[in-house]
């Protein structure tokens, strides 16, 4: 693992329609669809990339999003967000946002709700993100501007997310759908600790610890945004990938300084023979030994 070798439902809907204007001012989406799914729903990676990004209403392709994955939020409502756009709620009460524009270095997305949207048909939404505390947070300050360019022009503050800055509310944490299979507390044959949640990855111990936030999870594998304080690749992406031969966990950091959520997802290993080589094309996997 490269990386670590460098460093060794709902609030309830009644809730959610009382506060629909709280909420949507940083709205807490997801059709139930499985989270493997959504996380691929970005696969265009790459395509369209430049375009569109803040330009006027309906022109061009979005950026790949950095942030495509399925999620539970704070309130136990569902979001799925893609490179098309952001859905959000339950069958029935789908709240659904056409991307016109993404742009992941400012951390938001601008687009039009959908024609049945439950609280601003056809109206334009922003919708932006932050990663703090380890953790994944949105905000919606605009749910129903007039336009593209009124939405765009609503910026929330990222400074504190958990404490407010989303339209006079603390932003929403937003946790993978599908918590990975591993979670647990590891030490590896470096005597490097592990720590793995559904939130995301910690190696290390106490304040020198390396974080990592997950934004997508699959069979076996994790996007995972590097926390800004890390020493090694800050604000940059990882993937992880995992494995159990012979009754022993594996790791490689198969990606750790990637540039985009795009970049990282499309890192690869080679698990087929992890305790010999395979991670980083010259390494062994990291075996990793449950704490007691």
């Known amino acids: 693992m490269t990386g670590t070798r460098i460093e060794s439902l709902t609030r309830n809907l009644l809730a959610l329609a009382l ?3 709280a909420l949507f001012a940083c709205e807490p989406a997801d059709d ?6 959504a996380i691929e729903a970005d696969g265009g990676e790459g395509e369209g990339e430049g375009e569109g ?16 994955g399925a999620y ?22 789908l709240s659904v946002t056409a991307f016109t524009a993404v742009d992941n270095g400012a ?11 439950p609280f601003a048909a056809d109206a334009w939404s922003r919708y932006d993100w932050t990663f703090a505390d380890g953790r994944l947070w949105y905000c919606q300050p605009a749910f129903d501007a007039a336009d593209a360019d009124a939405a765009a022009a609503v910026e929330p503050d990222p400074s504190d997310p958990a404490v407010g800055g989303c339209g006079g509310f603390p932003w929403t944490g937003l946790s993978p759908a ?11 044959a470096f005597d490097t600790a592990h720590s793995i949640t559904a939130e995301g990855w910690a190696v290390g111990a106490g304040p020198a610890a390396s974080r990592y936030t997950f934004t997508a999870v699959g069979e076996g594998w994790a996007v995972a945004y590097n926390d800004a304080g890390n020493m090694f690749a800050p604000g940059l992406w990882s993937r992880f990938d995992w494995v159990t031969v012979d009754a022993v966990l594996y790791m490689c950091q198969s990606a750790f300084d990637a540039a ?4 990282a997802r499309a890192a690869s290993a080679d698990a087929s023979a992890p305790a010999e080589g395979g991670c980083g094309g010259m390494f062994p996997w990291s075996a990793l030994s449950p704490v007691e």
């Open 260 to 263: 985009d959520a795009a970049t």
């Open 107 to 117: 951390r938001f997305a601008v687009g039009q709700n959908a024609a049945d949207h």
């Open 53 to 68: 990004e803040g330009e006027g209403e309906g022109e061009g392709e979005p950026d790949p999003i950095d942030i495509a």
């Open 178 to 188: 599908a918590a990975p299979a591993i979670v647990g507390d590891y030490i590896d």
């Open 32 to 37: 139930g669809a499985d989270p493997d799914a």
């Open 72 to 93: 539970i939020d704070d309130y136990d409502i569902p979001h799925t967000v893609t490179t098309e756009g952001w859905t959000q709620g339950i069958e029935g009460m």
């Open 19 to 21: 506060a629909a204007p």
